[in-house]
């Protein structure tokens, strides 16, 4: 089965960029993220297929962020900008909608 390594999380003050990448062992179709803050449930954050051709973000990040993609590499990044508070989670990379990473922490400070 595919594991999935991510990476590119830590602190930043609001405003702040970051950008995360999530490394596949094996071949994968769509590769996405997700995150989960603290007393909340797991939320979508954005999605691409292997192509790039079919892109997908939640409207609370739409315009701040952006999802790519390395076919080679098996790699998947997001790339988050403006960060603010609310941003805060634990954010888990997936690949076809059933393997998960462990996650990586994203804190934003006010």
């Known amino acids: 089965q595919v594991q999935l390594t991510e990476s590119g999380g830590g602190s930043v003050q609001a405003g702040g960029s970051l950008r995360l990448t999530c490394a596949a062992s094996g071949f994968t179709i769509s590769m996405g993220w997700f995150r989960q803050a603290p007393g909340k449930e797991r939320e979508f954050v954005a999605s691409?297929?292997?192509?790039?051709?079919?892109?997908n973000y939640a409207d609370s990040v739409k315009g701040r962020s952006t999802i790519s993609r390395d076919r080679a590499k098996e790699m998947v990044h997001l790339q988050m900008d403006n960060l603010n508070p609310e941003d805060t989670a634990v954010y888990y990379c997936v690949a076809d909608r059933k393997v998960w990473g462990q996650g990586t922490q994203v804190t934003v400070a006010s």
């Open positions: 691409i297929n292997r192509d790039g051709g079919r892109i």
